[in-house]
């Protein structure tokens, strides 16, 4: 069933228009409802070591099929993939969660903080600057370099105004992103043990997302 989402995103990527996707509105609320089943059954496993998601339902967590075109030179008017955002509050939460990414040739588990607002990379930077060593104590760790490689984001040429130049972790405060990726081949997504791998990759995130929420709620002063 899960091949049928990846198949219908395909279709619609050769077919992004108005009249084809309403012309296959039924198959899209289909594959839309496996994916909601999936994400449900993502939530009710992770809940046991992130007790906040207990509260959520995939229609909280999901993202909308329409893209926002009014500042985009692209217009087409959906986007091709299926999303959604495992976090305290649901997809519009500021804090660190896990979010899982359904595209044709394009899957992939993600977690951390994106696009945080300037007071939360601001806090983020601080926590950082603050205890790099317990940073660096899970960045660092030969499981989070076999799932997740290096920290994933937008970074700055130059350090970030009010830090250090000479701090000895002067890179990781550069970020404008906090994330972390680690990519699956469609196979796997279809494959029947899919939710398990998933868990196992998320709850990897776990400390990582952690540090970070810690970091926001503190919200410590300007150096």
């Known amino acids: 069933m899960k091949e049928q989402i990846i198949h219908f995103l395909s279709e619609l990527k050769e077919n992004n228009n108005r009249d084809w996707f309403l012309g296959h509105k039924t198959a899209y609320d289909k594959v839309r409802a496996e994916f ?50 495992l976090a305290a509050g649901g997809r519009k939460s500021p804090l660190g969660g896990h979010y899982l990414h359904v595209e044709p040739g394009n899957c992939f588990l993600a977690g951390g903080v994106y696009c945080p607002t300037p007071e939360n990379l601001k806090a983020l930077r601080s926590e ?31 350090p970030p105004v009010g830090f250090p130049k000479d701090f000895e972790g002067i890179d990781y405060l550069k970020f404008k992103d906090y994330t972390l990726i680690h990519r699956i081949q469609e196979e796997e997504f279809y494959a029947p043990d899919f939710l398990e791998k998933a868990v196992v990759v998320f709850e990897a995130m776990n400390p990582f997302n952690q540090f970070l929420n810690q970091g926001m709620a503190n919200k410590p002063d300007a150096l």
């Not at 992130?50 to 075109?69: G, S």
């Not at 760790?141 to 984001?153: A, K, N, R, S, V």
């Open 128 to 158: 950082i600057y603050f205890n790099l060593p317990g940073f660096e104590q899970i960045v660092k760790t030969p499981d989070f370099i076999q799932l997740f490689g290096e920290i994933q984001g937008d970074k700055l040429k130059k």
């Open 36 to 85: 909601l089943l999936t994400v449900d059954q993502l939530i009710l496993l992770l809940a046991k070591s992130n007790p906040a998601y207990a509260q959520l339902k995939a229609k909280d967590t999901v993202f909308r099929i329409n893209r926002d075109i009014r500042f985009s030179k692209d217009k087409s008017p959906y986007k091709t993939q299926f999303g959604a955002y």
